[in-house]
């Protein structure tokens, strides 16, 4: 394994969950919401792999926009991606 591929521990692995809380913020701000539902996933579980000396590390801001975000706009059930309409097809104009 190189180094790129070994797993994340200790500060580095606090430091990637809050590099990607701040980038999932970013796309939320942006409106980018497939974008922003993706790396919010990325973060949260990489948070739930943290102790919770290691949770503690990361900013208050940070862990309560991941948790408000989580639960609010993004937890079960709610505000699932939309399935796509196909165009109908047909000459009929």
Request: charged share 35%; glycine share 6%; proline share 5%.
């Amino acid at each position: 394994m190189s180094d790129e591929e070994k797993p994340l521990t200790g500060p580095e692995l606090v430091k990637e969950v809050c590099r990607l809380i701040r980038e999932a913020r970013v796309q939320w701000d942006a409106h980018n919401n497939a974008s922003c539902r993706r790396v919010r996933g990325q973060a949260l579980r990489l948070y739930l792999t943290l102790t919770e000396e290691q949770k503690e590390q990361i900013p208050q801001v940070l862990r309560v926009w991941l948790r408000y975000r989580s639960e609010k706009y993004f937890g079960y059930r709610k505000n699932k991606p939309k399935k796509k309409k196909k165009a109908p097809r047909g000459g009929q104009a």
